[in-house]
């Protein structure tokens, strides 16, 4: 037997870690949901999630939690894929915890921070017990940390100095009551793996991670688009732009790269010759201090 | 062209480009770091802005260089302490592979996170000081990585501009390592003279050393075998979830879904289910994008089978001529993970075999082994953290289980407290009745 004939490329490999990945959470883990943001991470964990369990549905609602910032293009891609599913959606509102007073307005108007305690109440009141992230390992310093079943206490606080090991593909789901475990099928994704899986699997994506024309400001050093979220400072030049977006968080906080890439393929030969990181590029709220990312996560963000 | 265009390209050309996992190991400074930090620039992987990062924080430290460290040290209390404490993880791609490097801390401190970087590990490199030679560290990895049969091995010996890119000194460490290595039943060694720093011999020849005749660094990453690595003889599927829908389109379905461990799965095939013993025929292997004519470790596919018979997660589908044990006497290389509480004589656990889950009582430790000697202590009646033992265990129900050396998926388990659900113990099978 040849083993030559016998080979798979590694997007088949990546593919078929997530999917093993997915079906132990659903074989281990009573109460589990997708966290599905309308981003291209969150929507490729959709089509592995479609193909784990294929030809049933996908055994578990979808979490979106809402800062009330939304791009509206990523809004309505969430729902159609929503009701194209059949998916139960849970919606975790920063507006409407604002508005009860579990959280308060941040002074800088970026709600990235008080998402934390909205999604650790929605998992509370649902009582899911298994979180699934599109955080990736290549995207941060803190992330490359992560476990693929990375426990969280009752308190949802990540512990980046106690994880329990991790081998071979034996994935501890173990837990109490009231504790969870957050799971990351993509970590072992890069970006371009990502986008050479949206081309390979034709995933539409909302139509702003394509080039478009708009009205930005440059503001640090990154444009951002001129929203009722993000009106243009007084002094700030308000120009017309051809950008894209890398990633897609808050609207108040993520930022737009210039870009001509208007079509999958244009945009993997841009991902591919870029320098700087999707993070790097866009997030504001990662430039906050060197460990940004790492104290969000130990209060328990993704 | 960038390397990740060239990537791109070979995607598109529909070339397959595979998947490499490494581990690297060697002892604090004899250039780990460095060297990801130059196959991660030399590759285009290494991102501006990181690099800048990087910079900043090493020029606040006063450290006299970028400190490439840093790239991989992403916690707060690995930059504060200046030690790598966890596995980290990192990405890069070249036109023929996609690497996963998990970087792995070197103290003995931390041997639970090399035994971790290197349960899934096609290859490992393992780095040495040219002017220091082989250290007690250097050793324990080697073990370490043949205890998990990690199958390539590569032996970097770097800084050879500190020893003039001397040829003597070069083959007297490889000698050394090479007489070590053989009594650890190592399947493939390389050694390749290195300069982390310089860059000699990582993406290409070096000219300071043309007495070497081996492939650089990157090159041997790039084509070393490992599609033969995959054990394709012995059948074994572990069934992971019973796809049943319950839907009005698709009814009586019932798949078995799985990640092939190892063998060839194909339709027609006559197979055996375990623990039950039943046979049965393959009627479809299937995919989310339709029904395949064979599957191969490794694929998640979905399994049908021609008769109804009761499956469940944890049982095993093989061939009714080549099966694995049934086993509830377990012998087994245990390496032992929790700081708390050592593992002990007649301490019970529960186990992660597979898909299978099972509880345990340790029956009997035969011997502690001492990593650095090799010194089998028979006296030993605890296993502490970190320490590797010989442990024979008794599990609630049977264990659908092969040697580790035969099969890595189906061989190893981990061992997992009861009353703090913490993963304590990674566990190899020496021997099945
Ligand atoms: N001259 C020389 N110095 C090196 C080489 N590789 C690493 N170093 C230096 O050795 C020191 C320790 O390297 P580092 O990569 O941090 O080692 P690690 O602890 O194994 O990660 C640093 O000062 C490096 O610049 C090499 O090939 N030649
Ligand atoms: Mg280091």
Known sequence: MTSAAYQVTHLDALEAESIFVMREVVAELERPVLLFSGGKDSIV?????????????????????????????????????????????????VPEALASGLVREPADGTRNRIQTPVLLEAVEKHRFNALFGGARRDEEKARAKERMFSFRDEFGQWDPKNQRPELWALYNGRHHPGESIRVFPLSNWTELDVWHYIARERIELPSIYYAHDREVVERDGMLYAVNEFLPARAGEDRFKARVRYRTVGDASCTAAVRSDADTVEKVIDEVAATRITERGATRGDDRVSEAAMEDRKREGYF | MSTETLATAAVAEGRPMDLLRFATAGSVDDGKSTLIGRLLYDTKSLFTDQLAAVEAVSAARGDEYTNLALLTDGLRAEREQGITIDVAYRYFATPRRK???????????????????????????????ARKGLVEQSRRHAFLCSLLRVPHLVLCVNKMDLVDFSQEVFERIADEFTAFAAKLDVPDLTVVPISALRGDNIVSRSENMPWYEGPALLHHLERVHIASDRNLVDVRFPVQYVIRPQSTTVTDYRGYAGQVASGVLKPGDEVMVLPSGFTSRIAAVETADGPVAEAFPPMSVTVRLENEIDISRGDMICRPNNAPAVAQDIEAMVCWMDETRPLQVGGKYSIKHTTRAARAIVRGLHYRLDIN???????????GLNEIGRVRLRTTIPLLADEYRRNRTTGGFIIIDEATNRTVGAGMIVETP
């Open chain 1, 45 to 93: 964990m959709l089509r592995l999630a479609q193909k784990a369990f294929a030809p049933g549905h996908i055994p578990f609602p979808v979490m979106h939690v809402d800062t009330g910032h939304n791009f509206p293009e990523v809004l309505d891609y969430r729902d159609r894929r929503v009701a194209e599913l059949g998916l139960q959606l849970v919606v975790a509102s």
């Open chain 2, 99 to 129: 690497f996963i490097i998990a970087d792995t801390p070197g103290h003995i401190q931390y041997t639970r996170n090399m035994v971790t970087g290197a349960s899934t590990a096609d290859l490992a490199l393992i780095l040495v000081d």
């Open chain 2, 373 to 383: 000697s090799l010194h089998r202590d028979e006296s030993a009646t605890e296993l």
